[in-house]
């Protein structure tokens, strides 16, 4: 494991990727200690303040860092709250479809025949069908909402889990030693929690770094498109979509800081993952 | 040849079978059937009626196979909003997505793929790594941010291109197109490109990590001992030798680009299809939905189709294997 | 007799792993004249397809040629700038690999391939290099060449992938070919008409050719002369009757010993024993000694270079020349 993190650390781009992603989850979680306003908490806003530019001392005495949206709210404050939100979402959804996926695709494997073939089918038909669609229909369907919005981003992205756990458990299930193990009795769930679920978590989990980036990212632009999450509770794509309208009048702020939040947390969210994933291929191990 | 291509039209009508029951279980079984049919401002006497009509009072295989009817008649129902047959309203708005479309997976093809054999060719040097970055950065960026700096910039701070709509087309074969007038393909430049960028990122690790086998090949080795320049094995054998992954990906891409103009044209205002999906799905307007769902899928299984097709066209060995088979 | 062709001085060609240096070849010395026909011969690790391809200029990294001298037709090949050596490839010295499967390009016609060679190093029209390739292809034994320009690579055997392979070496008429073990994929009967057609070929062009092989029997059939080559060094050399007649290394007489054909009847085939040696950690002394027979605590010391009648062997304990 100590190899495991020295290797990762000679990666500086991919050091410092995790460095960045670690401070921005840490202000995440401390959003309500060092927020300087709650930005759910309608009776603080004052429309006095509204669409003010960074540096702008409002009515409430202190400087707005990253200057004002259009219903007075702190930006930076209501940033940290909006990756709040965006990252409960990636997580949640990432975990679910990790669990779905890894119980489809190591079924696949260990049952073979029809189930199999049905599963891996209609993996596969998914993984050719590009992911916003699902997710937009889904919410169109389900309404709006967290679980709803969890759902859809779940059905988008379970697929990948599932073919990864797929190719893993079946590489490993044909080792000679799992299928002398498949002769005993209780060997079939003796086999899955103690040798193939430890060879397939890995990749698995290299999988599911990429793919909370890209459920946070999902959730940005269906939020984004106004089919996210209801307003009360705006993430960072609902953050950028109603600055939008102000972008043309120059007002760029209210659309830009919480886009640059998401960029480097998505951007550093794949750049760790690529580093696990590059560590852990022994294709291109040396 | 005829074999494989019988084969694979069953396939392709197998999956849409499938496609047409998830989506008729999807939006017909879980939802109301009778509000995709019917406007919600029609009176009780009306929806009792359309029910009758419609034979929703039927056992779900029934209506299934009534519904598989009707779309094979290319019957979709009338859009509430639009007040016209979905089929037309969504045929009209197709060649603004599908023009646009093809300029992005066109911009990502012809600027990725030689940026990606370039990064694949000398892996290690700084040009390599910088056209690595970009590829990073259109992976994971979202494209409606990228969108909303492309307007930012050009249209906002530069002023050199409009921020949105489609502009003046001209008309040709019954049909408006942008990229024939200089004006038109203002217009269509910065949607296209933001819509290229995934797509970008995509070319160039793909004939990044293709270029990088082949270099290693004896194929490559012996036209090096032939005496062929670099330029030229890059461009002859290595480009060759690649295509079969990127023209899959290339038309693979092309369903997707269609999927993913759904946020560039709401952001551009570009009049095609995937706004009119976004503001159908606003606005309830649920006939809209499921063709434009049905319609996605049958264009998906034919691209799928097509692409299995030209396999055989650019790879010889496969063309005697289809045969064959 | 005027210079020879080639002369190697010296070669040195390394591999600048992450492990350490390996020395894949390392001060190998030789010279071939116009027409000659060169054997050279080593179990797989000895060095001779490094060998080859220092000759073309085509090492892969991290491999590199650190010394010595190559000089080809009075040109020092070792330092010529890329562009001329790449202009010296396929038209003065061309090379043939091992697995005509794996060299041709499988999604170019053989014309195709056939005229990128050729509008390599000229200005060729289309319909001149389909002339010439197809010509070519008639001359190794390829019927009906020129419809057969069309076809792809699988759509030849095994056998002809490999002439089509030997008419691209021959194409620009080089002076000298590099044959790199180009017979070893192939079925044996088909071997057999190869070499000698291969024999024929270099002598009525005049071609120089350089075979290498881990074959001896090949080598034998074929070759003037013989290199045995061992952990990236040559052990012995000479005229390729008097090399298997009475070979003068333990090396040679053991790879002799391990040919099918020049075993007695009803005698077992010996193998050498042991493995080739890392050439990443190289004794200074002999490095054949801890699998010979012969050796004692001489052998810790380099070996004697001895060289009389044409004929050299580097061995403390060389076996009896024949009577």
């Known amino acids: ?286 | 040849m005829l074999g494989f291509v019988i084969q694979r039209l069953l396939q392709a009508a197998l999956v849409m079978l499938a496609m047409s029951a998830l989506v008729f279980v999807g939006v017909y079984a879980i939802g109301n059937p009778i509000d995709v049919l019917i406007s919600p401002d029609a009176t009780q006497d009306i929806r009792a009626e359309a029910i009758r009509r419609l034979g929703l009072d039927l056992p779900l295989w029934q209506q299934y196979l009534a519904f598989l009817g009707r779309l094979l008649r290319g019957d979709f129902g009338t859009s509430f909003v639009f007040g016209m047959p979905v089929l037309d309203l969504i045929l009209s708005r197709l060649p603004a997505t599908l023009e646009l479309a093809l300029a992005a997976v066109l911009i990502g093809t012809l600027v990725g793929v030689p940026l990606g054999v370039y990064a694949g060719y000398r892996p290690d040097s700084p040009v390599a790594r910088a056209i690595m970055a970009v590829s990073v950065l259109g992976f994971s960026v979202p494209t409606f941010w990228v969108g909303l700096i492309l307007i930012l910039t050009f249209a906002v701070n530069l002023d050199w291109l409009p921020a949105g709509d489609r502009g003046p087309t001209v008309q040709v074969l019954g049909i408006g197109w942008s990229f024939l007038t200089l004006e038109g393909l203002s217009f269509l430049l910065l949607p296209a490109l933001n819509l290229s960028l995934f797509k970008l990122a995509m070319m160039i690790r793909l004939s990044r990590a293709g270029t990088r086998e082949a270099m290693l090949t004896d194929t490559v080795k012996f036209a090096r001992a032939a005496g062929l320049k670099d330029r030229t094995i890059l461009r002859r054998h290595v480009l060759r030798l690649i295509s079969i992954p990127i023209v899959t990906v290339f038309g693979l891409e092309l369903g997707s680009t269609l999927a993913f103009a759904v946020v560039t044209e709401t952001i551009f205002s570009w009049p095609g299809v995937g706004k009119l999906i976004i503001d159908s799905i606003t606005s309830l307007d649920r006939p809209v939905m499921v063709a434009y769902l049905v319609l996605v899928a049958f264009l998906f299984v034919t691209i799928n189709l097509v692409v299995d097709l030209s396999y055989a066209l650019l790879d010889p060995r496969l063309r005697r294997h289809g045969a064959a088979a | 007799m005027s210079a020879p062709l080639l002369e190697v001085t010296d070669l040195r060609t390394h591999f600048l792993t992450r492990a350490g240096v390996a020395k894949a070849v390392d001060g190998v010395s030789f010279s071939l004249a116009s027409g000659e026909i060169l054997g050279l011969v080593g179990e797989s690790g000895s060095g001779k397809s490094v060998t080859g391809f220092s000759l073309i200029g085509l090492v892969d990294p991290p491999g590199k040629i650190v010394g010595g001298s190559i000089r080809f037709a009075g040109r020092d090949l070792v330092g010529l700038p890329p562009e001329e050596m790449r202009a010296l490839r396929g038209r003065r010295i061309a090379m043939v690999f091992q697995d005509p499967q794996a060299t041709l390009n499988p999604v170019l016609t053989i014309g195709q391939q056939m005229a990128l060679a050729l509008q390599a190093h000229a200005r060729v029209s289309d319909r001149a290099a389909a002339e010439r390739a197809a010509a070519m292809l008639a001359r190794v034994g390829i019927p009906e060449a020129a419809t057969r320009l069309s076809n792809y690579p699988h759509e030849f055997s095994g056998g002809m992938r490999q002439r089509v392979a030997i008419a691209m070496a021959l194409l620009n008429g080089p002076e000298l070919i590099v044959a790199d073990e180009p017979t070893t994929a192939l079925d044996v009967s088909i071997q057999a008409q190869i070499l000698a057609e291969m024999k024929a070929l270099a002598r009525e062009s005049g071609t120089a050719l350089i075979w290498i092989s881990h074959d001896l029997a090949t080598v034998s059939s074929l070759a003037d002369r013989v290199l045995v080559m061992y952990a990236g060094r040559i052990v012995e050399s000479g005229p390729v009757g008097e090399v298997l007649r009475a070979p003068r290394h333990p090396y040679t007489r053991g790879l002799l010993d391990s040919l099918p054909a020049m075993a007695e009847p009803g005698q077992r085939l010996r193998q050498i024993p042991g493995t080739a040696p890392s050439l990443l950690a190289l004794s200074p002394g002999c490095p054949f000694a801890p699998r010979c027979p012969r050796a004692d605590a001489d052998c810790d010391a380099p070996p004697p270079r001895v060289e009389a009648d044409g004929r050299l062997f580097l061995c403390h304990h060389p076996l009896e020349a024949a009577a």
């Open chain 1, 1 to 286: 494991m100590n190899a495991f993190w020295r290797e990762y650390a000679e990666n500086k781009v991919a050091l410092a990727a995790a460095l960045i992603v670690l401070v921005i989850v840490g202000a995440a979680l401390s959003a309500p200690w060092i927020a300087p306003q709650d930005p759910y908490d309608l009776a603080g806003l004052n429309l006095m303040d509204a669409r003010r530019p960074p540096g702008f001392v409002g009515s409430n005495g202190y400087p707005h860092l990253l200057g004002t949206d259009a219903q007075g709210r702190d930006l930076f404050s209501a940033i940290l709250y909006g990756l709040r939100i965006s990252l409960q979402m990636g997580v949640a959804a990432g975990l679910v479809a990790l669990s779905i996926g890894a119980l489809l695709g190591i079924l696949a494997a260990q049952a073979g025949g029809w189930i199999e073939t049905a599963i891996m089918r209609v993996v596969d038909l998914q993984l050719s069908f590009p992911a916003i669609l699902l997710a937009l229909v889904l919410v169109a369907v389900l309404g709006q909402g967290k679980s709803q919005l969890v759902i859809a981003l779940v059905a988008a992205q379970y697929a990948y889990f599932a073919r990864t756990a797929y190719g893993a458990a079946s590489a490993e299930r044909r080792k000679d030693y799992v299928e002398a193990a498949a002769a005993t009795p209780l060997g079939t769930l003796h086999i899955v929690f103690r040798h193939i679920l430890p060879n397939v978590l890995p990749p698995l989990i290299v999988v599911a770094t990429v793919q909370v980036a890209n459920a946070i990212s999902l959730e940005a632009t269906l939020s984004f498109l106004g089919l996210g999450l209801p307003p009360t509770e705006p993430s960072l794509g609902m953050l950028i979509a109603n600055g939008f309208q102000y972008m043309m009048s120059g007002r760029y702020w209210i659309s830009v800081y919480p886009g640059l939040a998401l960029i480097v947390l998505i951007v550093g969210i794949n750049l760790v993952g690529d580093q696990l994933r590059d560590q852990t291929n022994p294709r291109l191990r040396r």
